[in-house]
């Protein structure tokens, strides 16, 4: 079918006969020539065939009579060269349309290719970029990272990501790089290829929500709540600075770790319970609780995820201890004001009950001492008329506790030892009746041999060590023991139930036992009047513990009081003096307390205390006589001089005596007077003293009190 066939018309197609004639025609004028052309095969498909022609000559005239042609199908390479350039064309279509940045450089950072879209980004062109090292581009804060990332090139797996900042035609932009090592045979790098990408914009929105994130984290770092974030399991996402500082722990020690760690298991079990309840019903929970003596209002709120499921709770805890701590003392002012308004109407009842009891006291008490004075001492009836005194100075020792509870010591002070007070106390009869009282109680005393000395009222504190020893004594059943002891202290730091104190030296009687001891709601109240436990009829008023607390604050001194069931002792803190003890007074005689015929008016409102001091004065020596208000005192001595005043302070009618001597001393300067009461020392007799008054004494009157105040005045 080929040979004698028509060359042209078996292999070429029409469309090449033009272009393959001109190529026969070269072939046939030379020796040899080489050329590609496709043919058409028997099936119809097209192949491409290289051939190699060479001319056979005729020895004679050197015409070709023959071509030998020789061809090699290289359809196959042809069509690689053809898919060779169609990816080629759409590799640099890719590249010159693509937005990132594409290069290519050397082992030692020079370009070898740069992609349009980097010669546009840099305001350059490629060949002022071709050959030279991309790192002068880079800024110098980032190019040891560059660096750094290049090295991990030559190490698998060959790649490395880099973000840095380039000077590019609109300045310094944020560029994030993706480099690939290009190997050869061996694996060693011989080229990078970077793909680029702009991440200015998210640079900067980086920055931007950083510096929101970092308000925002000031905001919740300067909130004195707690403020925790934390997933089902209890792991802490984030946590404010309180959170931390509460706890006592760093961030990086609390966030990503259970918080229930960090709480006592009863605290971390009641919290688990109340966060889980958010988690499982999707809703807010407020609770209260404390912990290591700080309490807490607690809010947890959900926060969802997906679809309406809670996968995280926020919790927020302000610490409530300040204000509890405030609301406590609240209450606790607001129930010592229930208290002082009940121990101040309380004292005005008892005070205005022991004016009135001293008073009537008063005959019972001053005229057995006139009988007693006229009566021979053989005489069978000074014993009964001894007990009728004796009886009445008793129950002015109980007024004497009313005026105690009306907050007012009328007994003068003096420098003692608590040492001896308690002496005299043991050997008193009071005690005496104590022990036969309570004969299985055993009574000790440990005293301070180096105790320092008080300025006191006497006869108040051994009335409180009284008090004292009686309710230890009976708070034990059966045998027992009470001790007595005296200390030394040094106050720097409030007691309990007071808010501050006087920082100092203190003197310190302390009562103790070891019976029951007191309950805390019985605690609270043991020193209010008539609030008492003890058995009615067995002994006791319930003014006990409330005279040892009057006593205790006008020598401006605290009590500590300490119970439990093993027992209760009461601490008495009394400031000390450095003063000596004064020396003891000798017993005086009734002639050193005579008058001589000095006049004397009496001025009271109650008829009976009239007659009762003119009485005592007139069996004295004294010339008395009385009025009976202040009004009449006045007008009296404008006609009728006196030598001294004895002047009621509370009168009923009328000017007080205050008023009374404030009238009387514009009529006669430097008129004496003493004060007499059954009232306690008030301020009108404090006042009426500093305008020149004397002694003040309280009723009912003794012809011994009477007598040596009216002498002292007179002698003054």
């Not at 009562?511 to 029951?516: A, Q, R």
Request: glycine residues 8%.
């Amino acid at each position: 079918e080929i040979i004698g066939s028509d060359w042209f018309k078996i292999f070429f197609k029409p469309d090449i006969y033009d272009e393959m004639d001109k190529v026969w025609r070269d072939a046939w004028g030379a020796k040899s020539h080489s050329y590609v052309n496709p043919i058409r095969a028997k099936n119809g498909d097209e192949k491409f065939i290289s051939w190699q022609t060479t001319g056979m000559y005729d020895d004679a005239d050197g015409t070709n009579h023959l071509m030998l042609c020789i061809g090699e199908d290289i359809t196959k390479r042809k069509q690689m060269e053809v898919a060779l350039r169609e990816s080629e064309e759409k590799y640099r279509l890719l590249i010159e349309n693509q937005t990132d940045l594409v290069v290519k450089v050397d082992v030692e950072g020079k370009f070898q290719f740069i992609s349009p879209s980097y010669c546009e980004m840099f305001g350059k062109t490629q060949e002022e970029l071709l050959d030279k090292k991309f790192m002068p581009l880079v800024h110098k804060d980032d190019q040891e990272i560059t660096a750094k990332a290049m090295e991990a090139l030559y190490h698998p797996p060959y790649t490395a990501f880099v973000e840095q900042r380039a000077m590019t035609k609109d300045g310094w932009r944020w560029l994030a790089w993706m480099d690939t090592a290009v190997l050869d045979e061996n694996k060693n790098v011989v080229a990078i290829i970077g793909v680029g990408r702009d991440i200015n914009d998210r640079k900067r929105a980086e920055k931007a929500l950083k510096k929101k994130q970092d308000d925002m984290r000031g905001i919740l770092d300067a909130s004195l709540e707690t403020i925790v974030l934390i997933d089902c399991q209890g792991m802490v996402i984030t946590a404010n600075r309180t959170t931390c500082e509460r706890l006592k722990t760093k961030k990086e020690d609390f966030i990503g770790h259970c918080i229930y760690d960090f709480f006592s298991p009863e605290v971390a079990e009641k919290r688990r319970r109340k966060w889980e309840e958010v988690f499982v019903s999707g809703n807010p929970v407020t609770f209260e609780d404390s912990r290591e003596e700080l309490f807490f209002e607690q809010s947890a709120y959900p926060v969802f995820g997906d679809g309406d499921r809670v996968e995280k709770v926020a919790v927020f805890a302000r610490d409530t201890t300040e204000r509890k701590q405030a609301e406590k003392k609240l209450r606790e002012s607001e129930e010592k004001l229930a208290r002082s308004k009940k121990m101040e109407s309380l004292g005005l009842m008892a005070g205005g009950i022991a004016h009135d009891l001293n008073n009537i006291l008063s005959g019972i008490v001053s005229y057995p001492e006139l009988l007693l004075m006229t009566l021979p001492e053989n005489s069978p009836l000074r014993k009964p008329i001894k007990t009728i005194k004796e009886s009445g100075l008793r129950a002015a020792d109980v007024v004497s506790d009313l005026l105690t509870v009306a907050r007012g010591i009328a007994a003068g002070k003096e420098v003692r030892s608590l040492n001896v007070l308690i002496e005299e106390y043991l050997g008193s009869f009071e005690h005496k009746k104590v022990t036969e009282m309570c004969p299985s109680v055993i009574f000790k005393t440990e005293f301070d041999s180096g105790l320092l000395n008080v300025n006191c009222s006497s006869i108040h504190i051994q009335k409180s060590m009284m008090n004292l020893v009686a309710n230890a004594s009976e708070a034990i059943e059966g045998s027992g023991t009470v001790i007595i002891s005296t200390a030394n202290r040094y106050l720097d730091e409030p007691l309990k139930g007071y808010e501050d104190i006087c920082i100092g030296e203190y003197a310190v009687l302390s009562v103790s036992d070891d019976g029951l001891g007191i309950s805390s709601e019985d605690l609270e109240r043991v020193f209010e009047p008539f609030y008492t436990k003890k058995v009615m009829g067995r002994s006791g008023t319930g003014l006990g513990l409330t005279v040892v607390w009057n006593t205790v604050q006008d020598h401006e001194g605290y009590i500590n009081v300490k119970s439990n069931e093993n027992g209760t002792i009461f601490e008495l803190y009394f400031p000390v003096t450095r003063e000596a003890v004064n020396a003891e007074k000798e017993k005086i005689s009734l002639k050193n307390y005579l008058g001589h015929g000095e006049k004397i008016l009496v001025v009271d409102d109650e008829e009976n205390q009239r007659d009762i001091a003119c009485g005592l004065l007139t069996s004295l020596g004294y010339t008395a006589e009385a009025v009976s208000s202040g009004q009449e005192a006045i007008e009296y001595v404008k006609e009728r001089p006196v030598d001294l005043i004895v002047l009621d302070m509370i009168m009923a009618k009328g000017i007080n005596g205050y008023e009374t001597y404030e009238e009387i001393i514009k009529i006669h300067p430097g008129q004496k007077a003493i004060i007499a009461s059954g009232f306690a020392e008030t301020e009108d007799v404090k006042s009426a003293q500093k305008l020149g008054a004397g002694k003040y004494i309280k009723k009912p009157y003794t012809i011994e009190k009477i007598g040596l105040a009216v002498k002292e005045e007179l002698e003054g």
